[in-house]
C-alpha cells in the first residue's frame, strides 16, 4: 500500500470524495472464481467465456400444436375445397418421429416434438377440420385423414435446429453479471454450475462502550447498535456476504480480540472510532495492526473516515474501512466508498450507482464548503424527477434515511440549491420511485 495518502490524519488538509474513492478503489482486488449451482449465483459476475456445446434448439421442431405437412401437398387448400391427407403418426414432445411424411400424408405433432423427415411445415389444427371432429366427439387419432382447410406458407410454425442458440456460439462473455433472467439461457444449454467471482466476506465491526446490541437490556448511558444491523444490510444487498463479529469496547484486548475474527474474511468494515473526539485506542491499535489512514473527507454527513490495509498473522492485507459513528453518517459513506468497494471485488464493471437530475421541491444549504449529500425522496412526475428532502438533515437522525431513496447531491463550491433548482440524485432505491400519473 502506498503511503500518499495513508498516514494522513484528521489535522491535515481534507480529501475530496474523488480523492478518497479513488486511493480506496485502487486498493480493491477482484476476487478469484469458484463454481456455483445456477440458482445461487444471480448478480455475481461470469469469470469465463461461456459457449455452448450444443444447438437449441438441438433438433428442428414444431412451434404449434398441428400436422406436419409436405407444403406442396397443400397448395390448393382452402375452406371450401380443403385437402385431404392421411395421417400416419403422432409425435409428443419429447419423443421421435417413427415415420417419414410422404406424398398425400401427414403426421399429428405436439409442440415441441422433432418435424418428421419429408415435412417442411406445420398446419396448426385450428386451420384444419380437428376442431369440429373434436366437436363432433369423432376420432382424432391415427390412423385417419385430416382436412387442411387453410394454406399457411412454406416453412410455418417450424423452428429450425440451432435457431436460437448454436453450437459453438459464446453465449455469455466474461464480465457478465448474472441476473434471474439469464438463468434460462444458461439451463438451456446444460448447465448446473457456473464459474463466477465469488462474493466477498465482509467482516462488520461496531465499536463503543455505549453499544447494546438490539434485544437487549438497554441500561442508563447506553444506546442500541443501529449501525451493525444496517450494515449488515447493506453488505447483503451491495452483493458481499456479511460476518457481523460482533461490538469491541474500547480496550485493547477486546479490539484485538475483535480484530483476529475479522481478518478471516476479505474486506473489515467498522463504524465509530475514527473521527477527531474517538478514543485513540481505537486508532492506535489499527494502526499499529496494519497501515491505517485517518482521514477528513469532504463531505457532509461522513466527514471522518479511516482507510488502510491491516495484516493477519500469515502477512496476508485485508483492506479496513473505518466508518463514522453516527448512524446516517455510516450509511452515507458505506454508499459511497464501501458499496463500490464490493462491487469492485465482486468484478461488476460499473461500480457507482446511477444519478438522475431531479427538481428540488424544497432548498439544500451547504455552509461549510463539504459537499452534501442530503436525505431526499425522489419521484416522477409529469414527464420528470422531482426530490423532496426528508425533514432534519441532521447526522445522528436515522429516520432521514429511512424516509429516502435517493441522496441530493450540493457541490462543494455551491452555497445552496434553491426550490425549483435542478439538482442532481444519487438514487439509492429505484425500487421505492414513484411514478404519479
Not at 444549504?365 to 422531482?386: C, L, S, T, W
Request: with cysteine.
Amino acid at each position: 500500500m502506498g503511503t500518499d495518502h495513508a498516514h494522513r490524519h484528521y489535522g491535515d488538509e481534507m480529501l475530496s470524495v474523488e480523492e478518497a474513492q479513488e486511493y480506496i478503489l485502487r486498493a480493491m482486488n477482484v476476487l478469484e472464481s469458484e463454481e456455483k449451482p445456477l440458482s445461487e449465483a444471480i448478480g455475481q459476475v461470469l469469470a469465463q467465456d461461456l459457449v455452448s456445446k450444443i444447438n437449441i434448439p438441438p433438433l428442428t421442431n414444431s412451434a404449434m400444436d398441428g400436422y406436419a405437412v409436405r407444403h406442396e401437398d397443400i397448395t390448393e387448400a382452402s375452406e371450401h375445397a380443403p385437402i385431404y391427407l392421411q395421417v400416419i403418426d403422432e409425435i409428443a414432445a419429447g419423443s421421435l418421429p417413427l415415420k417419414q411424411v410422404t406424398p398425400g400424408t401427414a403426421s399429428r405433432i405436439m409442440t415441441g416434438a422433432p418435424i418428421p423427415n419429408g415435412a417442411d411445415t406445420v398446419i396448426p389444427f385450428e386451420d384444419t377440420d380437428e376442431p369440429q371432429r373434436t366437436e363432433r366427439r369423432e376420432s382424432v387419432m391415427v390412423p385417419g385423414r385430416v382436412a387442411i382447410k387453410y394454406l399457411s406458407p412454406k416453412g410455418s410454425s417450424v423452428r429450425p435446429f440451432g435457431q436460437d442458440i448454436k453450437q459453438g456460439q459464446l453465449v455469455y462473455p466474461a464480465g457478465t453479471v448474472i441476473r434471474s433472467v439469464d438463468l434460462g439461457g444458461l439451463a438451456s444449454i446444460g448447465l448446473g454450475q457456473v464459474p463466477v467471482v465469488r462474493r466477498p466476506i465482509v467482516s462488520i465491526l461496531s465499536t463503543g462502550d455505549e453499544l447494546v446490541l438490539p434485544g437487549e437490556k438497554l441500561d442508563d448511558g447506553k444506546i442500541y447498535d443501529a449501525n451493525g444491523v444496517g450494515l449488515i444490510a447493506a453488505v447483503r444487498a451491495s452483493g458481499g456476504i456479511p460476518n457481523f463479529v460482533g461490538i469491541a469496547r474500547d480496550n485493547v484486548d477486546d479490539l484485538n480480540d475483535k480484530l483476529d475474527e475479522c481478518l478471516r474474511g476479505d474486506f473489515l468494515i467498522t463504524s465509530a472510532g475514527v473521527s477527531k473526539g474517538d478514543f485513540d485506542v481505537v486508532k492506535d491499535v489499527l494502526s499499529a495492526r496494519g497501515e491505517m489512514g485517518f482521514w477528513s473527507v469532504r463531505m457532509r454527513p461522513g466527514k471522518p473516515l479511516a482507510f488502510g490495509m491491516l495484516y493477519d498473522d500469515s502477512g496476508k492485507a485485508i483492506p479496513h474501512l473505518g466508518l463514522p459513528g453516527n448512524p446516517v453518517s455510516a450509511l452515507v459513506a458505506f454508499e459511497i466508498f464501501a458499496r463500490p468497494s464490493i462491487r469492485k471485488m465482486l468484478g461488476i464493471p460499473n461500480v457507482f450507482r446511477n444519478t438522475v437530475d431531479a427538481v428540488l421541491q424544497d432548498s439544500i444549504e451547504n455552509n461549510d464548503g463539504r459537499r452534501v449529500y442530503a436525505r431526499v425522496i425522489i419521484r416522477y412526475q409529469d414527464g420528470g424527477f422531482i426530490a423532496s428532502t426528508t425533514g432534519n438533515q441532521g447526522s445522528n437522525l436515522l429516520s432521514s434515511m429511512l424516509k429516502s431513496n435517493g441522496l441530493a447531491i450540493c457541490p462543494e463550491n455551491q452555497k445552496f440549491i434553491r426550490a425549483g433548482d435542478q439538482v442532481q440524485v444519487h438514487v439509492t432505491d429505484w425500487d421505492r420511485v414513484e411514478y404519479v400519473s
